[in-house]
């Protein structure tokens, strides 16, 4: 199936600040109607990657195209682009309809063409009927409508969301995740969101852009983000991760036999690896299983342990276990475990020091060679499922 042309495309774009390479050269592409994230802690360059598309930086190298058009020298008003910001900025002497049109009215829009696309914009973010109410007496939530409304007014062809939910309360946050999503497929636009929190790239996204001290390490969907991480990075940064080291002995078909604390482990690996590699077996917590000593034992490899504690979280409960590792060593690793607490089946108690077993189904584990995890630029394939999948 053909991809539409993207509606914003970076060819070899860097930047750097004072001579210090903050983006290293990347190539992206955003397909129109979709809402992408740039996710990555503080300083990975993913607001600098914003800025560039919003023209309030200029690239050091590289050419920016929106709709097929070279933007990279154009100033950002010249551009099909809006952004809301972290912080509202809202005008406080300003009723909410004349902050929203105001942008209209410096562009000398017509008054009925201004009632009209005002009052649409605030139906859309449901605030139709506070046009006449002070910022002052709205709440954080209502503020940040008010926000996203201003920018949808000039009817954009990309909407840019730099962190907007992030001084919201978490009840809130969660709220316009949701209503963010639905407005988005309601408009169709393209929504690019930055943001450091992967639970909100992953319910909102179509694919997630992940990024590291200015480079990308991994596009996909939210599911090949966390089901399949390409790097290290990727698979500590999203989500809570095992990483068990092993090293290869034989390798047959997709199956790695392999030597891991002194045992003998069959994983799975979609990669190739030769014997006498070292690699690691990462796996999230959900996918290990725990096993008593007095229960019959898996045909799976068990690394043998005891519980070092137990955290309840309502619907879960977190079993970390400290697996010790064979002679000559004198050292011990932590593995957790996830569990799902069901209050009407038996409860499943775990006391610190009770000797258990870890196991999980095979397949399930992701391999990645052992080597430098240092940033580098994203070589892997783009997720070039998306738009086949339910992606939510």
């Known amino acids: 199936m053909n ?57 050091t190298s590289g050419e920016i195209y929106l709709n097929g058009r070279n933007v990279t020298d154009l100033p950002p008003n010249k551009r099909e682009v809006n952004t809301v910001f972290q912080s509202y900025a809202l005008f406080p002497h300003m009723n909410v309809y004349d902050n929203v049109a105001f942008g209209l009215r410096r562009q000398k829009t017509a008054k009925d063409e201004i009632d009209r696309r005002v009052n649409t914009a605030l139906d859309l973010v449901q605030l139709g009927r506070l046009g006449k109410r002070m910022p002052d007496r709205l709440s954080g939530g209502q503020q940040q409508r008010v926000a996203l409304a201003r920018a949808l007014v000039n009817e954009p062809s990309v909407l840019l969301l730099d962190e907007p939910l992030s001084a919201l309360d978490f009840k809130l946050r969660k709220q316009m995740q949701s209503d963010l999503k639905h407005l988005q497929r309601q408009l169709g636009i393209t929504f690019v969101f930055v943001t450091h929190d992967q639970e909100e790239a992953f319910s909102m996204s179509d694919r997630v852009v992940v990024l590291d001290e200015g480079a990308i390490r991994q596009i996909g969907t939210p599911e090949r983000i966390y089901e399949e991480p390409e790097n290290l990075f990727v698979a500590s940064f999203v989500g809570d991760i095992n990483i068990l080291e092993a090293t290869v002995v034989s390798v047959e078909e997709d199956d790695l036999h392999t030597e891991m604390y002194g045992k003998p482990c069959v994983v799975g690996s979609k990669r190739t690896f030769d014997p006498g590699e070292k690699v690691n077996v990462l796996l999230r917590p959900e996918d290990i299983r725990l096993y008593r000593p007095d229960e019959p ?96």
């Open 297 to 392: 034992e898996s045909e799976e490899c068990i690394l043998w342990g005891t519980v070092y504690e137990c955290v309840y979280k309502g619907a879960t409960v977190d079993i970390t276990v400290d697996i010790v590792l064979p002679e000559p060593s004198n050292e011990s690793i932590h593995v957790m475990a996830t569990e799902f607490f069901d209050e009407d089946a038996e409860k499943i108690v775990y006391t610190p020091g009770e000797p258990v077993g870890i196991t999980w189904v095979h397949d399930w584990e992701v391999v990645l060679p052992d080597e430098d995890h240092a940033p580098s630029e994203y070589t892997g394939e783009d997720d070039d499922d998306y738009g086949d999948e339910d992606d939510g």
């Open 3 to 59: 991809q539409p042309a993207p509606v914003i495309e970076f060819e070899g774009v860097s930047k750097r600040y004072d001579g210090d390479l903050v983006l290293h050269p990347l190539d992206l592409s955003i397909r129109p109607g979709e809402f992408i994230t740039f996710l990555g802690p503080s300083g990975c360059g993913k607001t600098t990657l914003l800025r560039l598309i919003a023209g309030f930086e200029a690239p």
